[in-house]
C-alpha cells in the first residue's frame, strides 16, 4: 500500500506524464521543485512562486535544522505555515550536504556525525534523527530517506561501499517512518556510474518498499553524457508504477533528455542561482543579461509568457538593474527561470500527451545549441 496515488495519463516513448495525489494538492509530472534551501526560493515570495505554476517546493533538511532548527519550525506550526506554503513539500534528507558542505563529517554504520559549516558545533544525522526532522518535525509531504552520496569520481568498491550503506540506511529509514497515510517515503538508488550496482541497488530498495524512488548520485560532476549513459538504462530498474526522481538536476537540456529516458520529478537551484547571477535560460537557450548587446534591447525575455517577470521588462532595462547592482534585477531573473522551467515542464507534458515527444525533444535541443 502506497501513501499517494500515482496516475499515468500517457506515455510516449519512455516518457511519461501523470498526476501524484497528494492530500496538499496534486503534482503533474513531468515536475520541476524549486529549491527553498531555507524554508524560501532564494529572491520570491511564495505567491510568485505559485504564479509560475509550481505544484511542489523542496526544503533542505540540513540548513533548517541548523537554523532556525528543526524543533523551532516545530514550535511555529511546522514548514509549510513557518513559510506560508500550502502545496507540497519534499525535503532531502540531508545527507548530501552533510557531507559536501560541512567542515568535518564521519560516516559509520550508526550514522553520520558533522561539523556545522555556520558556527562549527556539532551534530549527528542518523537514517531514524532525519526521518524525525522530516517528517514529524517539519512535517514535509514527501521524505526522502537517509543516504550516503559517493563522490565523483569513485572506484567501483568505494561505490559499492556508498551503495550499501545507503541501501542499509533506506531500511532503517523505512522502519523510523513507519507507514503514514498523509506523508509519503522515497527510496534513493545509489551506484555512481556503475549499471551493476544501480541494478543491485534497485532490487534492494524494492525489497523494502518505498512510495517513490529517486536515482541518486548524479549531476556530481560526471558530465551531461555520462549522466544520459546512466539514465539509459537506470530509471527503468525502478517501478514502472510509482514517481521517479532525478535528484540534483539540472540545466533545461537534462530535464528533456532525462524525461526522454522516464523520470518524472526535478529539483535544482540553477534557476534561481543562475538568476541572480544575471543569467536567463530562454527557449532558445541561456543568455548574460549584462552583455552590452543588451543595453538598448526594448523586447523582453519572452512576450508570450504569463509572468510578468518575463513579459514586462526589457532586457535593457533588466542589464541596468545588474549593472546598477539593484536587488530587483536578481528577483526579477529567478522569477523569469522558475517560470521559464514550469513552462517547459507545461510543454513536455503536452507533448507526451499528444504523442510528439521525440519532435519537441530533437526541436529543444536544436534551438538551445543555436541559443
Not at 502545496?87 to 556545522?116: C, H, N, R, W, Y
Amino acid at each position: 500500500m502506497v501513501a499517494f496515488p500515482f496516475e499515468i495519463s500517457a506515455v510516449d516513448g519512455a516518457a511519461r506524464t501523470g498526476v501524484l495525489k497528494t492530500p496538499r494538492g496534486d503534482i503533474r509530472t513531468p515536475a520541476f521543485m524549486p529549491v527553498g534551501t531555507a524554508a524560501t526560493v532564494k529572491a520570491m515570495t511564495v505567491d510568485q512562486v505559485k504564479d509560475t505554476g509550481a505544484d511542489i517546493i523542496l526544503g533542505n533538511t540540513y540548513h533548517l535544522m541548523l537554523r532556525p532548527t528543526a524543533e523551532r519550525v516545530k514550535r511555529l506550526g511546522g514548514l509549510h505555515k513557518f513559510m506560508r506554503w500550502d502545496k507540497p513539500i519534499l525535503t532531502d534528507s540531508g545527507g548530501f550536504q552533510v557531507m559536501s558542505l560541512s567542515g568535518i563529517s564521519k560516516v559509520t554504520e550508526e550514522a553520520v556525525t558533522f561539523a556545522s559549516h555556520i558556527d562549527g558545533s556539532k551534530h549527528v544525522l542518523s537514517p531514524e534523527r532525519s526521518m524525525e526532522i522530516q517528517a514529524d518535525l517539519l512535517g514535509s509531504d514527501i521524505v526522502m530517506q537517509l543516504d550516503e552520496c559517493v563522490a565523483w569520481p569513485a572506484e567501483e568498491a568505494r561505490a559499492r561501499q556508498g551503495m550499501e550503506l545507503s541501501a542499509r540506511w533506506g531500511l532503517r529509514s523505512k522502519t523510523a517512518f513507519g507507514t503514514r497515510d498523509t506523508q509519503a517515503l522515497f527510496g534513493i538508488q545509489q551506484g555512481s556510474t556503475f549499471r551493476n550496482l544501480r541494478q543491485e541497488s534497485s532490487e534492494r530498495l524494492q525489497e523494502i518498499g518505498f512510495d517513490g524512488y529517486a536515482l541518486g548520485g548524479l549531476a556530481v560532476g560526471e558530465g551531461h553524457e555520462a549522466m544520459c549513459e546512466v539514465l539509459d538504462y537506470a530509471p527503468a530498474m525502478l517501478p514502472a508504477d510509482r514517481p521517479r526522481y532525478l535528484m540534483g538536476v539540472g540545466k533545461p537540456i537534462d530535464l528533456v533528455e532525462a524525461v526522454y529516458r522516464g523520470v518524472d520529478m526535478f529539483d535544482c537551484v540553477l534557476p534561481t542561482r543562475s538568476g541572480r547571477h544575471g543569467q536567463a535560460w530562454t527557449w532558445d537557450g541561456a543568455i548574460n543579461i549584462k552583455n552590452a548587446r543588451y543595453a538598448d534591447d526594448e523586447d523582453p525575455l519572452d512576450p508570450t509568457s504569463d509572468c510578468s517577470a518575463s513579459r514586462d521588462y526589457s532586457k535593457a532595462y533588466l542589464r541596468h538593474l545588474f549593472k546598477a547592482e539593484e536587488i530587483l534585477g536578481q528577483v526579477l531573473l529567478s522569477w523569469h527561470n522558475i517560470a521559464f522551467f514550469q513552462a517547459l515542464t507545461a510543454a513536455m507534458r503536452a507533448a507526451i500527451a499528444e504523442g510528439r515527444f521525440e519532435a519537441f525533444r530533437r526541436d529543444f535541443a536544436a534551438r538551445q545549441r543555436g541559443g
